[in-house]
């Protein structure tokens, strides 16, 4: 049996190019009878040099563009582990509008939402997303202003966490906040803070999540960072 055969490949879906896709979306709407799918997110280039030119980008409600794109090495040996380990893992960015950007990163590029946090008033303050099985890839943090909060690295395990602070310790950088574990994600953490002040967490057992609901935190000090120095977010 030839091996296209032998695998079972079938085909998936075609893509027409149109002048009046609408027109086109009509007619397999009411001859076909296909449901028309309309995902409201508008691609642009990527702007990472690192993606070949496959790469795509969308730009999110508040401005931040993400880039999809191939990588060209397997993730174990991105992730390979160094002398001492931990690879870029997740972003974390603020938003004044929750509802408009979990609906961007949930409802229409499909991320899972993993935690929410409300805080006493009952309104989401923080969400975690997941396009993996980590427990965020992207989070969200509400804020009067929008912009980057923190970017982390997974180290996997607390003896990791502890040889990164012996690194750091020993280039005289210092550690502004932990060594504490979070309550969402439950993954130990150390920050620190690059030249330009931007915030660098490095975590360690960040939850992986398989299928389960969504879980809602109330915005207490406790319960979003179990232990460690007293949170510092307003
Ligand atoms: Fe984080």
Not at 13 to 27: C, T, V
Request: glycine content about 8%.
């Amino acid at each position: 049996m030839s091996f296209a055969v032998a695998s079972g490949a079938y085909l998936h879906h075609l893509e027409l190019e149109s002048g009046d896709p609408a027109a086109l979306a009509d007619f397999y709407g009411r001859a076909m009878k296909m449901k028309a799918e309309r995902f409201g997110v508008g691609f642009i280039p990527s702007p990472s040099p690192l993606f070949d030119k496959r790469a795509f980008a969308v730009q999110d409600p508040e401005g931040n563009r993400m880039a999809f794109g191939l990588a060209d090495k397997p993730l174990d040996v991105i992730r390979r582990r160094g002398p001492i380990h931990a690879p870029l893992q997740h972003v974390t960015v603020t938003s004044t509008n929750m509802a408009a950007i979990e609906d961007f990163y949930a409802n229409k590029l499909g991320f899972a939402v993993s935690d929410r946090v409300r805080n006493d008033a009952g309104a989401v303050s923080t969400v975690f997303l997941r396009c993996n099985h980590e427990h965020h890839t992207v989070a969200i943090f509400l804020k009067s202003e929008a912009g980057l909060d923190h970017h982390s690295y997974e180290a996997g395990e607390w003896g990791t966490i502890k040889d990164w602070a012996d690194h750091l310790g020993g280039m005289r950088i210092p550690i502004v906040w932990g060594p504490g574990r979070h309550g969402p994600g439950n993954n130990l953490f150390i920050f620190i803070k690059d030249t330009d002040g931007n915030m660098i967490e490095i975590s360690a057992e960040l939850e992986v999540i398989h299928d389960r609901p969504v879980k809602e935190w109330k915005h207490e000090p406790y319960t979003l960072n179990m232990w460690g120095p007293a949170i510092m977010r307003s």
